[in-house]
Structures are given as structure tokens and as C-alpha cells.
């Protein structure tokens, strides 16, 4: 059967400016210049007789173009697997690993010089997501992940506990005696732990503590790290996870300020069972459990 298909560099020329809303930025990104982007462009919607673009007063998307870019963006990356499977694997493959951002940039990347210490044949290649991994289709050796341990058909190891703890630069900690001294502060919490009901907010928090909370001074940061580069800063107390303010804790540049508060979720090792056999993900997998033992101690 023969596929009625529009040229596959107008395809990418539209994939990449519908992505960036910039004829500009999809220019560099695909080293042509913005004129060949735009001309691909015209070409495209010509073929499909309508629009894709709106150009006027800024970019953006018709709705066929909106419909559009999904179907693309995943026909795309169906054509990358593809060619993955095609090319010849190597002798002495890199061990690939998904970890979450936040605990990639905060507790592994510093404690990496120890693996490749221990382990200096193997090449290791984080991706920094904290979405589902198709290990079928996807070049992926296993992911650490942060959730209840629910992976079925996988391998879950549970790694480490976590708790959540309060803390504050410590020229703050100083006037941060009570729970109740928190209401005079400006309290930072992370906006986008709302997937995790086991992670309290503020209220929450304050109400456990036996404060009478009133109208708390909350500001939010949709990220875990911006929360706690915020703490750093002195801008508020923080509630966050005790693992990602460990080595800030050990070196005094921010106070845990109450008892911690266990949490029921935990960091687990996962992968498919046949991964286990594989010499670099055993030696991952070890280290990892040697590292958070030796931190447990």
C-alpha cells in the first residue's frame, strides 16, 4: 500500500516550531534558518489545504495544527525507537538509568564519584523524569521511582524510607523555638506535591502540631528544588523531604527545626526481573543499597 505522506522535513520543520511557537527557535534547533522553517511550513499547509499557523499577533496554533501536534510529536518518537532497534547494540552497552529530577540533582549526582570510583567500566546515563518507563520499547535499564512500591510485572526493591522535616536557614532557626513561631515567618512549600497525599501542606502540618493557624504566610514553588534554594536563601521555613536536604543538614547551612514526620511512600530500585542478570545494573543496584545503608547508619 502506498502512504500518502507529506515530506518528512516540512514534518519536522512544523513538530518543531509547533513546539516552540518560534519559526527562531525551531531554526537553531534544526540548523537551518528561520526563512527554510517557514517555507517548509507554507509547503505543509498548502499540501493539506488549510492553515496550521496562526501568525498574527504572535504564533500559535490553529485548531488543525493543535490536533495535529500530538500525532506527530508521537509518530516521531515511534521512528526513533524504531531506529534503536535497528542499529547493531554494542559490545559494552551504557547502563541507563531514570531517576526523579529533584533527587538526581540533590542526593545521586553529588555521590556519583564513588560509583564511577568503585565501578569505572561502566558508563552510566541518568534521564532525569519521573513518568512511567516502558521498558519494552524503551532504552531504559531500570529507574529509581518514589511511590507506595505498586510496579506490576516489575522488580520494586524498597530502598530508603523518607520523612519530611522543617527547616530554615539558620539565622531564622534562631526565633524558631515552637511551632507556633512559625506563623511570623513566611512558610515555602512545594505546590506540585499534590500527587502525594501522604505529603502534608502547611495547614495540615500546623494543625498536627497543635497550632491555632489563622491565616498563614504561604509562598509556593512548583518544584521541589526552587523550595529549597528558597530556604537557603532565607526566605522562609520549609517543608520538605529529609533525603534531598541531607549534606545542607550535615553542614549546618540549613536547621531541621521539629521532629521529623515518616511518610508512607519510599524510593525503590525497579526494573524488569531479567534486568536483575545484567553485570552493570547489579552493580547499580548494590551500590545503591550500600549508599543509603551506609547514610541509614
Same mark, same amino acid.
Given at each position: 500500500?502506498?502512504?500518502?505522506?507529506?515530506?518528512?522535513?516540512?514534518?519536522?520543520?512544523? =513538530?518543531?516550531?509547533? !513546539?516552540? #511557537?518560534?519559526? $527562531? &527557535? *525551531?531554526?537553531?534547533?534544526?540548523?537551518?534558518?528561520?526563512? +527554510? /522553517?517557514?517555507?517548509?511550513?507554507?509547503?505543509?499547509?498548502?499540501?493539506?489545504?488549510?492553515?496550521?499557523?496562526?501568525?498574527?499577533?504572535?504564533?500559535?496554533?490553529?485548531?488543525?495544527?493543535?490536533?495535529?501536534?500530538?500525532?506527530?510529536?508521537?509518530?516521531?518518537?515511534?521512528?526513533?525507537?524504531?531506529?534503536?532497534?535497528?542499529?547493531?547494540?554494542?559490545?559494552?552497552?551504557?547502563?541507563?538509568?531514570?531517576?526523579?529530577?529533584?533527587?538526581?540533582?540533590?542526593?545521586?549526582?553529588?555521590?556519583?564519584?564513588?560509583?564511577?570510583?568503585?565501578?569505572? =567500566?561502566?558508563?552510566? !546515563?541518568? #534521564?532525569?523524569? $519521573? &513518568? *512511567?518507563?516502558?521498558?519494552?520499547?524503551?532504552?531504559?535499564? +531500570? /529507574?529509581?521511582?518514589?511511590?507506595?512500591?505498586?510496579?506490576?510485572?516489575?522488580?520494586?526493591?524498597?530502598?530508603?524510607?523518607?520523612?519530611?522535616?522543617?527547616?530554615?536557614?539558620?539565622?531564622?532557626?534562631?526565633?524558631?523555638?515552637?511551632?507556633?513561631?512559625?506563623?511570623?515567618?513566611?512558610?515555602?512549600?512545594?505546590?506540585?506535591?499534590?500527587?502525594?497525599?501522604?505529603?502534608?501542606?502547611?495547614?495540615?502540618?500546623?494543625?498536627?502540631?497543635?497550632?491555632?493557624?489563622?491565616?498563614?504566610?504561604?509562598?509556593?514553588?512548583?518544584?521541589?528544588?526552587?523550595?529549597?534554594?528558597?530556604?537557603?536563601?532565607?526566605?522562609?521555613? *520549609?517543608?520538605?523531604?529529609?533525603?534531598?536536604?541531607?549534606?545542607?543538614?550535615?553542614?549546618?547551612?540549613?536547621?531541621?527545626?521539629?521532629?521529623?514526620?515518616?511518610?508512607?511512600?519510599?524510593?525503590?530500585?525497579?526494573?524488569?526481573?531479567?534486568?536483575?542478570?545484567?553485570?552493570?545494573?547489579?552493580?547499580?543496584?548494590?551500590?545503591?543499597?550500600?549508599?543509603?545503608?551506609?547514610?541509614?547508619?
Amino acid at each position: 500500500m502506498t502512504r500518502k505522506l507529506p515530506p518528512l522535513r516540512a514534518l519536522r520543520a512544523f =513538530e518543531a516550531a509547533a !513546539r516552540q #511557537l518560534s519559526f $527562531v &527557535r *525551531a531554526a537553531e534547533e534544526l540548523h537551518v534558518t528561520p526563512a +527554510a /522553517v517557514s517555507q517548509q511550513i507554507k509547503l505543509l499547509e498548502e499540501q493539506m489545504g488549510q492553515a496550521l499557523f496562526q501568525r498574527s499577533p504572535t504564533l500559535s496554533l490553529t485548531p488543525p495544527g493543535q490536533a495535529a501536534l500530538p500525532l506527530i510529536r508521537d509518530a516521531f518518537d515511534l521512528m526513533e525507537r524504531a531506529a534503536r532497534q535497528m542499529r547493531a547494540a554494542p559490545e559494552n552497552p551504557p547502563l541507563i538509568v531514570s531517576v526523579p529530577p529533584s533527587f538526581a540533582a540533590r542526593w545521586l549526582i553529588p555521590r556519583l564519584e564513588r560509583f564511577q570510583a568503585a565501578h569505572p =567500566e561502566i558508563e552510566l !546515563r541518568l #534521564l532525569a523524569s $519521573v &513518568r *512511567a518507563v516502558d521498558f519494552e520499547i524503551e532504552d531504559v535499564d +531500570a /529507574v529509581v521511582r518514589y511511590g507506595g512500591g505498586n510496579y506490576p510485572g516489575l522488580y520494586a526493591e524498597r530502598l530508603k524510607d523518607e520523612t519530611i522535616v522543617v527547616v530554615a536557614h539558620p539565622r531564622l532557626a534562631a526565633g524558631l523555638k515552637r511551632a507556633e513561631d512559625l506563623l511570623g515567618v513566611t512558610l515555602l512549600h512545594n505546590s506540585a506535591m499534590g500527587w502525594d497525599p501522604t505529603f502534608p501542606d502547611w495547614p495540615s502540618w500546623l494543625r498536627n502540631a497543635g497550632v491555632n493557624i489563622g491565616t498563614p504566610r504561604i509562598r509556593e514553588f512548583g518544584d521541589v528544588n526552587l523550595v529549597i534554594e528558597a530556604a537557603l536563601a532565607g526566605l522562609g521555613a *520549609a517543608l520538605v523531604w529529609r533525603t534531598l536536604i541531607r549534606d545542607e543538614l550535615i553542614d549546618g547551612r540549613l536547621i531541621a527545626l521539629f521532629p521529623d514526620q515518616p511518610l508512607a511512600n519510599s524510593y525503590h530500585f525497579v526494573c524488569p526481573p531479567e534486568h536483575l542478570e545484567l553485570p552493570r545494573v547489579a552493580a547499580f543496584r548494590q551500590w545503591l543499597r550500600e549508599e543509603m545503608a551506609r547514610e541509614a547508619t
